[in-house]
């Protein structure tokens, strides 16, 4: 009998093609077919990668594109978890697909989720015939090992797999068996003659089992199996082991080219679990994108790691109003979407394989309120592109001309668009110049600086 996949169909996103982890050769030895959307392979615009994805990848990819009611059904979870304003077209267009194909392998929606949080799943799987859906039909306890061990006949010479039955010879009487075919009730009695009668039988034993391990060596003699010398000892490279030993103790704790898969395994076998031999999964995903892999979990879909195990729970980050205590998952934030204060903060978060959406706070955090009180600089006439003379206005060297407190700003909103037309500097360009030397020294993170900053109150030179 042939072996089966683990898994009958895997949804690729841009992520796993890029990288080209995992290889296309361990995707086609664990799934029966690889299907993604158009708009994956349409995004894909590096010529290195573009050239790749046609010679290794496209022979083996099935293109398909998610019906509108898939595509909405992930539209309307993403919104209720509030992922859908950092999703792109085609991350939509992969989750539909993956959700589609669950419906149609599976019979329905019934071992997914229509809303976070939701407690199990909606519904029972719908009866069905043994074996439909090609899933492999699961052993009964004890059905089959008895019938997949080997069977011993009495004529079966020794080197043919009786090996081990042959000192069982001769070790009971002829009218008496072995333990377990004894009569429940029978038992030692503590009587004299019956002691007597034990201590002859142990000795029975122990000159029959000399004799049988006799036998035993003559018969592997005739099968070929060379004499083994008792007397001699093995060689034990005592010179090697020390040098592995010393060898290990010396690298362990560095990370090494030669042991960076084990780190890398090491991480990942707290967050992921192997795929069973018993069971075969329908439809999974491989993804990078941190949104994805939270609506995938929350809808209880399958979410596979680089490495083909099961994810189990993923931990990432999000941010978190300190004032109003709402979130957004838009890491490139800086003002709250809720009050509209600059108080977002850096949380960890974690999705189980439950669905359960957990943030992981700090004990005891204290705010740092330095630098949230100053004051503002009296306003001064300016041009009316909002941009004042040198010298002139905005305290004391101007510090206060490009003060910003609100995300509805003018000199926000056009730090925020100068910011994304300016064009990105390539490192190995021949014409590139350091920051250092050309005098355009960036703040940390490229954002706009908002507020006085942490300094603002210090004395001013």
Request: aromatic content about 4%.
């Amino acid at each position: 009998m042939a072996s089966q996949n683990p898994v009958h169909t895997i949804v690729l996103d841009a992520g796993p093609i890029l990288r080209n982890d995992p290889a296309i050769s361990t995707l086609q030895a664990k799934c029966e077919e690889l299907v993604t959307v158009p708009a994956v392979i349409a995004e894909i615009k590096d010529k290195n990668a573009r050239s790749r994805l046609e010679v290794t990848w496209l022979p083996f990819l099935v293109l398909k594109t998610p019906a509108p009611e898939s595509v909405k059904v992930i539209t309307n979870f993403a919104r209720k978890t509030g992922d859908l304003a950092v999703l792109s077209n085609p991350d939509v267009q992969v989750l539909a697909l993956a959700y589609e194909i669950e419906c149609q392998r599976n019979g329905g929606d019934w071992r997914l989720r229509r809303d976070p949080g939701q407690k199990g799943t909606n519904g029972s799987p719908p009866k069905k015939h043994d074996g439909a859906l090609g899933e492999p039909k699961l052993l009964g306890e004890g059905s089959s090992v008895q019938q997949q061990s080997p069977s011993i006949t009495p004529g079966t010479p020794a080197c043919e797999g009786n090996i081990r039955a042959r000192p069982l010879q001769g070790m009971f009487p002829d009218n008496e068996g072995p333990a377990s075919q004894q009569p429940a009730d029978a038992g030692i009695v503590g009587t004299t003659d019956d002691m007597d009668t034990l201590h002859l039988a142990t000795h029975d034993l122990q000159h029959n089992s000399v004799s049988d391990h006799g036998s035993l060596e003559s018969s592997l003699l005739e099968c070929g199996v060379p004499e083994i010398d008792q007397t001699k000892k093995p060689d034990r490279p005592d010179s090697i082991a020390c040098l592995s030993s010393s060898e290990s103790s010396d690298s362990e704790g560095w990370i090494t080219p030669s042991n960076i898969k084990r780190h890398q395994a090491k991480e990942m076998n707290s967050s992921t679990e192997p795929i069973s031999e018993n069971s075969m999964i329908q439809v999974a995903t491989i993804t990078t994108d941190f949104a994805m892999q939270r609506i995938l979990l929350q809808m209880n879909l399958h979410l596979l790691s680089p490495a083909l195990q099961r994810v189990r729970n993923i931990k990432n980050y999000i941010l978190r109003c300190h004032a109003c205590f709402s979130t957004t998952k838009d890491m490139a934030r800086q003002f709250c979407s809720n009050c509209g204060k600059p108080t977002l903060t850096r949380v960890s978060c974690s999705t189980s394989q439950n669905g359960k959406f957990s943030i992981h706070l700090k004990k005891n955090m204290q705010w740092n309120h330095r630098g949230d009180r100053f004051s503002i600089p009296k306003p001064v006439p300016g041009a009316a592109n909002g941009k004042v003379g040198s010298g002139r206005g905005g305290g004391k060297g101007g510090w206060g001309q490009e003060l910003i407190l609100a995300e509805d700003q003018k000199e926000y909103v056009r730090a925020m668009t100068g910011q994304s037309r300016k064009k990105n500097l390539d490192l190995m360009d021949e014409d590139y110049l350091p920051g250092i030397l050309t005098g355009e020294r960036n703040r940390s993170g490229g954002r706009p600086k908002v507020g006085g900053g942490r300094n603002v109150n210090s004395k001013k030179r």
